[in-house]
């Protein structure tokens, strides 16, 4: 960790570039304005007294997602499914009110998830469904695609299966499973959870291993472009495909952790290097992303 942070995020990330990535509803503007596909945003709460509105945000929507604009890890998140009997029904069955939505707004909004602890808002958005691919492998919520991407090149990638202990989420710290991608094809090879390699999903007893992604190298193409839309250069990029939209960009981070070694079963400091001591890295999407399947194919 010490040294990603001395040699790829202290040289690579501008500092001035962070809240970009660091406030969801900036990232989410960002990438609309360059045609990048997100969740639909149904509306923001910033202020306590603007929580009054939230039965009028939400009076469309059958289910929703509500997050804070600065949290991290997956904290924080509250992922409603449906309505039964006026309540609101949460990714692990159980039922709230509205109030009791609106508490959890007001304590996102105190900064109880947010880094640093500072005052935060409330996002209110579009609940991604989860491609019928992934029924076998996740367990209540939605499975995300992290990819490393350096110097806009995309170097690891990793699916995030969420399970039982993690409740839903797709955090490996939480107990989610992390699947390494062969990113030359988009194919899932390996898998671990808590740090133990494993082959079956604990929950569904799926198989991990062969699972081939759709629309890869879609996938790659939008997370070198989140490069290009932040202007950071050692970045993690979080991807979800859903069923009817496709690959949806969920967010950025500045700071990605290192777990996607273990999902790989390899250590992404030789591949960081090799594109470290390039002269040029390719312009045009396509070329970084011909790039990085043909490093990752004569480095398997």
Same mark, same amino acid.
């Given at each position: 960790?010490?040294?990603?942070?001395?040699?790829?995020?202290?040289? =690579?990330?501008?500092?001035?570039?962070? #809240?970009?990535?660091?406030?969801?509803?900036?990232?989410?503007?960002?990438?609309?304005?360059?045609?990048?596909?997100?969740?639909?945003?149904?509306?923001?709460? &910033?202020?306590?007294?603007?929580?009054?509105?939230?039965?009028?945000?939400?009076?469309?929507?059958?289910?929703?997602?509500?997050?804070?604009?600065?949290?991290?890890?997956?904290?924080?998140?509250?992922?409603?499914?449906?309505?039964?009997?006026?309540?609101?029904?949460?990714? +692990?069955?159980?039922?709230?009110?509205?109030?009791?939505?609106?508490?959890?707004?007001?304590?996102?909004?105190?900064?109880?998830?947010?880094?640093?602890?500072?005052?935060?808002?409330?996002?209110?958005? =579009?609940?991604?469904?989860?491609?019928?691919?992934? &029924?076998?492998?996740? =367990?209540?919520?939605?499975?995300?695609?992290?990819?490393?991407?350096?110097?806009?090149?995309?170097?690891?990638?990793?699916?995030?299966?969420?399970?039982?202990?993690?409740?839903?989420?797709? +955090?490996?710290?939480?107990?989610?499973?992390?699947?390494?991608? +062969?990113?030359?094809?988009?194919?899932?090879?390996?898998?671990?959870?808590?740090?133990?390699?494993?082959?079956?999903?604990?929950?569904?007893?799926?198989?991990?291993?062969?699972?081939?992604?759709? =629309?890869?190298?879609?996938?790659?193409?939008?997370?070198?472009?989140?490069?290009?839309?932040?202007?950071?250069?050692?970045?993690?990029?979080?991807?979800?495909?859903?069923?009817?939209?496709?690959?949806?960009?969920? &967010?950025?981070?500045?700071?990605?952790?290192?777990?996607?070694?273990?999902?790989?079963?390899?250590?992404?400091?030789?591949?960081?290097?090799?594109?470290?001591?390039?002269?040029?890295? #390719?312009?045009?999407? &396509?070329?970084?992303?011909?790039?990085?399947?043909?490093?990752?194919?004569? +480095?398997?």
């Amino acid at each position: 960790m010490n040294e990603r942070n001395a040699d790829f995020i202290l040289p =690579y990330n501008l500092r001035r570039n962070f #809240p970009l990535v660091d406030d969801k509803s900036k990232t989410k503007t960002l990438a609309l304005g360059a045609g990048i596909a997100v969740p639909k945003l149904y509306g923001i709460i &910033e202020i306590e007294h603007q929580i009054e509105k939230l039965r009028e945000i939400i009076a469309p929507y059958e289910d929703f997602v509500v997050k804070p604009a600065h949290g991290s890890g997956g904290e924080g998140i509250l992922i409603i499914v449906g309505r039964q009997n006026g309540r609101h029904r949460k990714a +692990n069955g159980v039922l709230a009110s509205d109030d009791e939505v609106g508490h959890h707004i007001s304590n996102i909004l105190s900064g109880m998830y947010s880094l640093g602890g500072l005052p935060d808002s409330a996002l209110i958005e =579009y609940r991604v469904k989860f491609d019928p691919l992934f &029924e076998q492998i996740s =367990y209540q919520g939605v499975p995300d695609i992290r990819t490393i991407v350096f110097r806009g090149v995309p170097v690891l990638a990793m699916m995030r299966l969420p399970t039982r202990l993690s409740d839903g989420k797709a +955090n490996l710290h939480q107990g989610a499973i992390g699947v390494g991608i +062969n990113l030359a094809n988009g194919r899932t090879f390996s898998g671990v959870w808590r740090d133990t390699p494993i082959d079956q999903h604990p929950d569904t007893g799926g198989k991990l291993a062969g699972l081939a992604i759709p =629309y890869w190298s879609e996938i790659l193409a939008l997370t070198a472009r989140c490069h290009d839309l932040v202007r950071l250069g050692f970045i993690g990029v979080d991807i979800v495909l859903d069923k009817d939209f496709g690959p949806l960009m969920l &967010e950025i981070n500045a700071r990605p952790g290192l777990s996607i070694q273990l999902a790989n079963k390899i250590g992404v400091l030789p591949r960081l290097r090799q594109i470290e001591r390039m002269p040029e890295i #390719p312009v045009s999407i &396509e070329d970084r992303v011909k790039l990085a399947q043909d490093l990752a194919a004569s +480095n398997p």
